[in-house]
């Protein structure tokens, strides 16, 4: 074989590389745009079907697993080293998590990354090229290393993954020393659909003025620039196709989400957050099924050999059917364990203890935020809900232990405050309990819980001289700075009625007037009828107010700052 023959076959060799490689995009490309199609052409009677089909009922837990749960999940959390704390922790009692999706997880969540301050920091001090280089080593290690598995995606929900506008002159900043970074335009491009959230707003489309949808056009076509202009620069940069999915899942569309999902996948057909948005884009509230939901997870578990969070896609549908966030009190509980028998994502496990929360279960409250600390103990609000959980089933020791140290490393946040008095009240420990409550109510003075919980309090130990009227001066206080909640109202009520004190009709009147029609209030207006029947003046309760099968309404009032 001479020279010329020998190019010839290298050339030849090195087109059919790039046939193949482009044959193995384009194929999965098409798979994801089977799957798009094949979601749309399902019948109307298939989604109402699966829409409406029961969740599988699981069991609740004994006190037994309670407390072995969280013997266990206090045991691990002593330890130093946040992967070994992750791995050393307690599943759910009698779940079947994934050995390798939890690690994988840990790891996920242990791996150190850059802060946002330090990416300012260099960009500020002319050194943006080292960011990107950075940022550059960590695309590397996601595709590489399976310890490493979503690094780069991980970085952005971090650092650049919010609405504020304090971060765009840093973002653009970063675009004008390095014009051809596709991580800073990724990074100004994730932030500008964020920011678009934000001025859209939370409300329904029809209840959203016409002012804030402009605005949020505006920033989304502010982002898909910058997007479009990150995967042109390199089409590896995985975060740029999960902000485009979250852009087309609040305005530009489904042939956009599509056309997103489809170029990503086709860059890492094994990406955790761009299946992730995909599922969340694939809701029936932004238009798609259970069964788009569905099918999402089904694509993902193809890969999960290569990425073993891809496992935790198995957990959004049946979460979503079951509707974690928005949990009545009526609902099945026992139904939690069997949609969480596979590992979920700390978003899921949060809103699930949330949810047990708001409707008086402890335990699954303080199961399911453990889990999420598990994976991210940084999450302030899941810390607290949990303490209070904690001393609802008896472990006000480790509720103090926390508070005690969120009062040391944040001594002006009433969150620590409120949890150590309600901790100390729980134990009968009054002399501790007052000044807590006492100081987060000065912390947070738009918050009624701990004046609420300080009267009922005195309410409690009534044979303590001087309780009483300890008790009425908070329910004045209640009345004077939030006359429009029922709470003061009913502490005054059951002074009135149990010491007793004068004045129990006049309340009850006011009461009944501003309150009594309201069905958010049906258990206090039932607890207020059984008090004026005690005090033999029922003649002030109209007949229509009278609920004596009504529940005591959950109390939605814990603090959440922290």
């Given at each position: 074989?001479?020279?010329?023959?020998?190019?010839?076959?290298?050339?030849?060799?090195?087109?059919?590389?790039?046939l193949?490689?482009?044959?193995?995009v384009?194929?999965?490309?098409m798979?994801?745009?089977?799957?798009?199609q094949?979601?749309?052409?399902?019948?109307?009677a298939?989604?109402?079907?699966?829409?409406?089909a029961?969740?599988?009922n699981?069991?609740?837990?004994?006190?037994?697993?309670?407390?072995?749960?969280l013997?266990?999940?206090?045991?691990?959390?002593?330890?130093?080293?946040?992967?070994?704390?992750?791995l050393?922790y307690?599943?759910?009692?009698?779940?079947?998590?994934?050995?390798?999706?939890?690690?994988?997880?840990?790891q996920y969540?242990?791996?150190?990354?850059?802060s946002?301050a330090?990416?300012?920091?260099?960009i500020?001090?002319?050194q943006?090229?080292?960011?990107?280089?950075?940022?550059?080593?960590?695309?590397?290690?996601?595709?590489t290393?399976?310890?490493?598995?979503g690094?780069?995606?991980?970085?952005?929900?971090?650092d650049?993954?919010?609405?504020?506008f304090?971060?765009?002159?840093?973002?653009?900043?970063w675009k004008?020393a390095s014009?051809?970074?596709?991580?800073?335009?990724a990074?100004s491009g994730?932030?500008y659909?964020?920011?678009?959230?934000?001025a859209?707003g939370?409300e329904?489309?029809?209840?959203?003025?016409?002012?804030?949808?402009?605005?949020?056009d505006?920033?989304?076509?502010?982002?898909?620039?910058?997007?479009?202009?990150?995967?042109?620069?390199n089409?590896?940069v995985?975060?740029?196709?999960?902000?485009?999915?979250?852009a087309?899942?609040?305005?530009?569309?489904?042939?956009?989400?599509?056309?997103?999902?489809?170029?990503?996948?086709?860059a890492?057909?094994?990406?955790?957050?761009i299946?992730?948005?995909?599922s969340e884009?694939?809701?029936?509230?932004?238009?798609?099924s259970?069964v788009?939901?569905?099918?999402?997870?089904?694509?993902a578990?193809?890969?999960?050999?290569?990425?073993?969070l891809?496992?935790?896609?198995l957990?959004?549908e049946?979460?979503?059917?079951?509707d974690i966030?928005n949990?009545?009190s009526?609902?099945?509980?026992s139904?939690?364990?069997?949609?969480?028998?596979?590992?979920?994502?700390?978003t899921?496990?949060m809103n699930a203890g949330?949810?047990?929360?708001?409707?008086?279960h402890?335990?699954?409250?303080a199961?399911?935020?453990?889990?999420?600390?598990?994976?991210?103990?940084?999450?302030?609000t899941?810390?607290?809900?949990?303490?209070?959980?904690?001393?609802?089933?008896?472990?006000?020791?480790w509720?103090?232990?926390?508070?005690?140290?969120?009062?040391?490393?944040?001594?002006?946040?009433?969150?620590?405050?409120?949890?150590?008095?309600?901790?100390?009240?729980?134990v009968?420990?009054?002399?501790?309990?007052?000044?807590?409550?006492e100081?987060?109510?000065a912390?947070?003075?738009g918050?009624?819980?701990?004046?609420?919980?300080?009267?009922?309090?005195?309410?409690?130990e009534a044979?303590?001289p001087?309780?009483?009227?300890?008790?009425?001066?908070?329910?004045?206080?209640?009345?004077q700075?939030?006359?429009?909640d029922?709470d003061?109202?009913?502490?005054?009520a059951r002074?009135?009625?149990?010491?007793?004190?004068?004045?129990?009709?006049?309340?009850a009147?006011?009461?009944?007037t501003?309150f009594?029609?309201?069905?958010?209030h049906?258990?206090?207006?039932?607890?207020m009828?059984?008090?004026l029947?005690q005090?033999?003046?029922?003649?002030?309760?109209?007949?229509?107010?009278?609920h004596p099968?009504?529940?005591?309404?959950?109390?939605?009032r814990?603090?959440?700052s922290?």
């Open positions: 074989m001479d020279s010329r023959q020998r190019v010839r076959l290298v050339i030849g060799i090195a087109v059919l590389l790039v193949c490689l482009g044959w193995g384009w194929h999965m490309g798979r994801f745009g089977e799957f798009m094949q979601s749309q052409m399902k019948t109307a298939a989604i109402k079907a699966a829409n409406n029961p969740v599988k699981g069991r609740t837990f004994s006190h037994d697993e309670i407390h072995t749960f013997v266990a999940a206090r045991k691990a959390e002593a330890i130093q080293d946040s992967l070994q704390r992750c050393a307690p599943d759910p009692p009698d779940s079947h998590w994934s050995p390798a999706a939890v690690k994988a997880y840990c969540h242990a791996q150190p990354i850059i946002f330090e990416a300012q920091s260099l500020q001090n002319g943006a090229s080292e960011l990107d280089h950075r940022l550059e080593e960590a695309l590397q290690a996601e595709q290393k399976p310890e490493s598995h690094l780069l995606d991980y970085i952005y929900f971090v650049f993954d919010d609405g504020s304090d971060i765009r002159p840093t973002l653009d900043a004008r014009p051809s970074s596709a991580f800073a335009y990074a994730m932030a659909v964020d920011m678009a959230a934000k859209r939370t329904y489309i029809r209840d959203t003025p016409q002012s804030n949808i402009d605005a949020m505006r920033l989304l076509s502010e982002a898909d620039t910058d997007l479009q202009r990150a995967v042109a620069l089409p590896k995985t975060p740029a196709y999960v902000a485009m999915i979250d087309g899942k609040m305005s530009l569309g489904d042939a956009y989400i599509s056309n997103a999902g489809r170029r990503g996948l086709a890492a057909p094994d990406n955790y957050a299946y992730g948005l995909l884009a694939a809701q029936p509230k932004w238009g798609g259970l788009a939901m569905k099918h999402v997870a089904d694509m578990q193809a890969h999960v050999k290569e990425n073993p891809l496992t935790i896609l957990s959004a049946p979460a979503y059917e079951y966030c949990c009545e009526s609902a099945n509980w139904a939690f364990p069997a949609v969480f028998d596979n590992v979920a994502s700390t899921l496990l949330f949810a047990a929360g708001r409707n008086g402890p335990d699954l409250t199961i399911y935020l453990s889990e999420a600390l598990r994976f991210n103990p940084g999450k302030s899941a810390r607290m809900r949990r303490g209070y959980a904690l001393t609802k089933l008896g472990e006000s020791a509720a103090l232990d926390e508070a005690n140290q969120w009062i040391k490393n944040f001594p002006e946040s009433p969150w620590g405050y409120s949890m150590r008095g309600y901790a100390y009240k729980s009968d420990d009054y002399a501790h309990a007052a000044p807590d409550l100081k987060a109510a912390l947070d003075p918050n009624t819980w701990p004046l609420i919980e300080l009267g009922n309090m005195y309410v409690g044979a303590t001087g309780a009483w009227d300890k008790a009425w001066d908070v329910a004045n206080r209640l009345i700075a939030h006359p429009g029922v003061g109202w009913m502490l005054r002074i009135q009625t149990y010491q007793p004190r004068a004045g129990l009709e006049d309340t009147r006011y009461f009944f501003h009594g029609s309201d069905p958010d049906r258990g206090a207006t039932a607890q009828r059984m008090m029947e005090s033999h003046l029922s003649k002030a309760a109209p007949a229509s107010f009278n099968s009504a529940a005591v309404a959950p109390d939605h814990l603090p959440i922290g």
